[in-house]
């Protein structure tokens, strides 16, 4: 999903050099995730991971310091029900990625188009 993260978020984003320029809230570019969770989904966020409706999606650590070693901002541990008109966007491959995890659901309305690919490898 290609989607603007929150303004709140956006500033960050610019500040640190996480998001280049582009026409999102915050001057910021959109961010390429996939969805994690939709509304009504229940999401369990620990420090290890993330769980959507009882199965494991994420196994990995959150990271508490960026590459600059500045705290990282992460969305509260614990349960938490998918609110009506939110997604919760998550990156694939990097530990570091600026997504859900950090920044919290992102609104629907933000969603600028859904991705699909064309072509996978394992």
Same mark, same amino acid.
Request: glycine share 10%.
């Given at each position: 999903?290609? @989607?603007?993260?929150?303004?709140?978020?956006?500033?960050?984003? &610019?500040?640190?050099?996480y998001?280049g320029?582009?026409?999102?809230?915050?001057?910021? =570019? +959109?961010?390429?995730? &996939?969805?994690?969770a939709?509304?009504?989904?229940?999401?369990?966020?620990?420090?290890?991971?993330?769980?959507v409706n009882? =199965?494991?999606?994420?196994a #990995? +650590?959150?990271?508490?310091?960026?590459? @600059?070693? #500045?705290?990282?901002?992460?969305?509260?541990?614990?349960?938490?029900?998918?609110?009506?008109?939110?997604?919760?966007?998550?990156?694939?491959?990097?530990?570091?990625?600026?997504?859900?995890?950090?920044?919290?659901?992102?609104?629907?309305?933000?969603?600028r188009?859904?991705?699909?690919?064309m072509?996978?490898v394992?």
């Open positions: 999903m290609v @989607a603007c993260l929150p303004p709140e978020v956006a500033v960050i984003s &610019r500040a640190r050099g998001l320029p582009g026409d999102c809230p915050g001057s910021t =570019q +959109p961010v390429l995730k &996939r969805v994690g939709l509304p009504g989904d229940t999401l369990e966020l620990d420090d290890l991971g993330v769980t009882g =199965q494991r999606v994420l #990995r +650590p959150i990271e508490v310091r960026d590459s @600059a070693g #500045r705290i990282l901002p992460h969305a509260a541990f614990g349960s938490h029900v998918v609110a009506a008109e939110e997604v919760w966007l998550f990156g694939s491959s990097s530990a570091r990625s600026w997504e859900s995890r950090s920044v919290g659901p992102v609104p629907l309305a933000s969603v188009a859904v991705v699909r690919p072509l996978t394992d």
